[in-house]
């Protein structure tokens, strides 16, 4: 034996692959017994259809989901006061913001980073003061998806156009990866439960969004997580505000 040690999987992991294994077999035992009836050209048909109307209504639904975290961009970056709690902390998106809108890109190579980091506290702001976010993958982590994604429409656009669902769907992806195999909760797994798995969303999002391919969406995502492991979560007073 060489010395190396094996441990048991935590229970979340297993509970993760019960889950997972069962429905894989759910839905082999589905599609045996649902075999004959797939022959039929008219249910065909029907499928065709609900296909369809799925892609254009999932479509509408990424709408109303960009729709949301840009007006939570919008209002973070104009409200000005303190958030409440006991910490009495001051906003800074506002302040962040005017002093972005008198830079020039000469002036700072920083200047495409600091409008990311302006917008993904103006989100956290909203959500620390009770606004309305978007959940991606959590709420406390709900500022890296729509600030790269406005950057993307900021600054890539123009090159690469319309590419918002390819953007959300593969972030989505990649979310899904992490929620079934892993944990997506900071009391769970840590800040890299959400802030790295929402770096890992957004970095593949950006990806495909600017015509990468899988394998350098999937370098992507996974570069943005290695730079989360083993971050822990311990916000002063238990508040996620900072």
């Known amino acids: 034996m060489t010395g190396v040690q094996t441990c048991a999987l935590p229970i979340w992991k297993q509970n993760y692959q019960k889950a997972f294994e069962s429905n894989i077999f759910n839905k082999k035992e589905s599609n045996s017994n649902k075999k004959d009836k797939d022959k039929d050209s008219n249910l065909n048909r029907s499928t065709r259809v609900n296909k369809t109307n799925n892609e254009k209504e999932i479509k509408e639904r990424l709408d109303v989901i960009w729709k949301v975290m840009d007006n939570c961009i919008n209002r973070g970056l104009v409200t000005e006061g303190y958030l409440p709690g006991p910490l009495n902390l001051q906003r800074r998106a506002p302040s962040l913001y005017k002093k972005l809108l008198e830079e020039s890109t000469s002036q700072n190579p920083m200047f495409y980073l600091n409008w990311i980091n302006a917008h993904a506290i103006a989100v956290s702001e909203e959500n620390a003061s009770g606004g309305q976010v978007v959940t991606s993958p959590t709420n406390g982590s709900a500022g890296v998806i729509p600030a790269v994604l406005n950057y993307y429409f900021k600054f890539c656009a123009d090159k690469h156009p319309n590419k918002l669902h390819d953007f959300l769907l593969s972030a989505g992806a990649i979310g899904g990866i992490f929620k079934l ?19 890992s969303m957004a970095a593949a999002g950006l990806t495909c969004a600017l015509n990468g391919n899988i394998n350098q969406i999937e370098k992507a995502s996974e570069s943005a997580m290695e730079h989360f492991i083993g971050m822990t979560c311990d916000p002063i007073g238990g508040l996620v505000q900072i």
């Open 181 to 199: 195999n892993s944990t997506i909760s900071g009391a769970e797994g840590g800040c890299q439960a959400e802030i790295g798995v929402s770096a």
